[in-house]
């Protein structure tokens, strides 16, 4: 039984269809990319597998072999599975702590977590989430929140976005240290060093549908000739 | 003793404690006069801090109702001696109320040159009570008067709250008022200050949160009525649900020199902030609830 299963998964706002008959699967350990051109609909399948509002959902979402498709967001969090978002929002008057203690239990795993991506727990437990933090320490801020929920499957939203090399270097353990800590992760990505080195496996989406699956190397190939915005870390 | 709405920790601390309409404690302090007297409808405090007295520790003054039903009438008179200076931590807590009334009548002087902070924390339970406030603020000349009051937990039932200041030249008087109110929450609150002294200043700063068909009215007057006063009105309310909000800053200029301003935001939580804290695992209301006391923290 894989750990998340999506069959035949249509996505649609209003009139718009944005995904179309996706299908994709996560085994437990594995780590999987998604990857395709801007606007191929990589986000919104993320946001619907999580249980977005605003969406119209058609298909099939297991999550540990149960159907998860009409339990509200939070319910499937308790699950075990999240998502990373791929914009932070700001928080305004929330401390760094509590947002990361907001699905977790243990200070001490949190704090350890913030050290994980680069933070100083004692520098910015207290700090403020809003105008306390850049655009960059709001991202590490949300990985340590994600990873201080100890999920069994975390969807990775464009983690890699306004990172640089070096950053993407320390994702990439921190992606590899997740699934040693029990999380199995699916990676949406543009970044082709990401995708290579960590993926298992990875699927390519265009115009909202999954049309290959394959070796990470392969789809990212496939993905660059197909006109996707893949950048490896040096461009 | 009084729940959530908090209770003096330091049984020596110099204190007065009001449970209905009777006075079961009172300590007071060197240089701090306390003449409180139970009578028929009420109960009647006055603090005095005696001049240039200026006290580190701060004087509670813990009142409230601790069963379900009762009326709680209370005067109190506070007055900061001149260059005296004093923090009053007020802990009203009406934890099991269903059908409590509470009513305060309160003149608090700040005479020249003192300073008196106000730290008003209210818990009213889970069904509310019915409170009734009205506010005489004096500060003298060079006095400082800043005031805070918090409802922020459980719900609030029915607040009327009305407070009328006065500050003379180079005085200065602040206000913060933060409330959240749900269902059928009715929170009605009125300040004005009247600036009448030169370089007298003032502050008033409102936040509160209406969710799930509470209504919230603040209006936050300042009148600048001596050269070089300088006042400022600041609400931010956010909405949620059918909730319903009035904030209303005024000011009036009756000097020409006086300079006021004012700063009014009206807003609801941002979708995504509250998924986020869904994707952690908190149910919607944990995270409305979570953003809103946020918000009211600043």
Redesign the interface.
């Known amino acids: 039984m894989a750990l998340l299963e999506v069959k035949d998964l249509r996505v649609s706002v209003g009139e718009e269809v944005i995904v179309r008959d996706a299908s994709l699967r996560v085994e437990s350990g594995e780590i999987v990319d998604l990857v395709g051109p801007n606007g191929s609909g990589k986000s919104t399948l993320a946001r619907a597998i999580?249980g977005?509002?605003g969406y119209e959902v058609e298909g099939e979402i297991r999550f540990k072999g149960e159907e998860i498709s009409d339990l509200?967001?939070?319910e499937?969090?308790?699950r075990g599975l999240?998502?990373c978002?791929q914009e932070?929002?700001?928080?305004?008057?929330?401390?760094v702590g509590?947002y990361v203690m907001?699905?977790?239990e243990e200070e001490e795993w949190a704090r350890r977590c913030l050290r994980m991506v680069g933070l100083d727990p004692d520098e910015y437990w207290e700090r403020e989430c809003g105008e306390g933090l850049s655009g960059g320490e709001r991202k590490r801020v949300?990985l340590a929140?994600v990873m201080a929920?100890r999920p069994e499957l975390v969807i990775l939203d464009e983690p890699d976005a306004g990172l640089d090399m070096s950053s993407l270097e320390d994702l990439a353990r921190l992606i590899e240290w997740m699934r040693e800590q029990g999380s199995s992760v699916l990676l949406i990505t543009h970044s082709r060093d990401l995708a290579e080195e960590v993926g298992d496996r990875a699927y390519l989406m265009l115009d909202g549908r999954i049309v290959e699956e394959g070796d990470p190397e392969e789809i990212v190939y496939k993905c660059r000739i197909c006109g996707g915005d893949l950048v490896c870390g040096a461009e | 003793m009084f729940g959530p709405a908090g209770y003096h920790a330091d049984p020596d601390a110099p204190r007065v404690v009001v449970l209905e309409n009777r006075v079961v404690n009172v300590r007071e302090r060197e240089g701090l006069v306390i003449e409180a007297e139970e009578r028929e409808d009420g109960v009647r405090a006055e603090l005095v801090v005696r001049e240039g007295v200026r006290l580190e520790e701060p004087v509670h003054f813990c009142v409230g109702v601790p069963w379900e039903e009762g009326v709680q009438r209370i005067e109190t008179r506070v007055v900061v001696e001149s260059g005296a200076r004093v923090t009053l931590l007020s802990h009203c807590s009406f934890p099991r109320a269903e059908d409590v009334l509470h009513e305060m009548v309160a003149e608090f002087v700040v005479e020249d040159g003192a300073e008196l902070e106000v730290r008003d924390v209210h818990y009213h339970g889970e069904r509310g009570v019915r409170l009734r406030a009205e506010y005489e603020l004096e500060v003298g000349e060079g006095g400082r008067l800043s005031s805070e009051f918090r409802l922020t937990r459980g719900r609030v039932g029915e607040l009327e709250w009305v407070s009328r200041g006065v500050v003379r030249r180079e005085g200065s008087l602040e206000s913060v008022v933060r409330v959240m109110a749900r269902g059928e929450d009715v929170v009605d609150v009125e300040e004005s200050v009247r600036l009448v002294g030169e370089d007298a200043g003032a502050v008033l700063d409102s936040r509160s949160a209406a969710i799930d068909g509470a209504r919230v009215r603040f209006v936050g007057e300042i009148s600048g009525e001596a050269p070089g006063a300088r006042g400022h009105v600041e609400c931010s309310e956010i909405i949620r649900g059918d909730g319903r909000v009035e904030s209303v800053p005024k000011l009036r200029v009756v000097d020409p020199d006086a300079r006021l301003t004012h700063e009014a935001a009206l807003g609801t939580l941002e979708r995504r902030e509250i998924e986020a804290l869904m994707s952690r695992g908190l149910s919607e209301e944990e995270a409305v609830e979570l953003l809103v006391e946020a918000m009211l923290r600043g």
Do not use: K, Q, V, Y
């Open positions: 999580m977005s509002e509200p967001m939070h499937r969090a308790r999240t998502l978002w932070p929002a700001r928080f305004d008057g929330l401390t509590e907001a699905g977790c949300e929140a929920m």
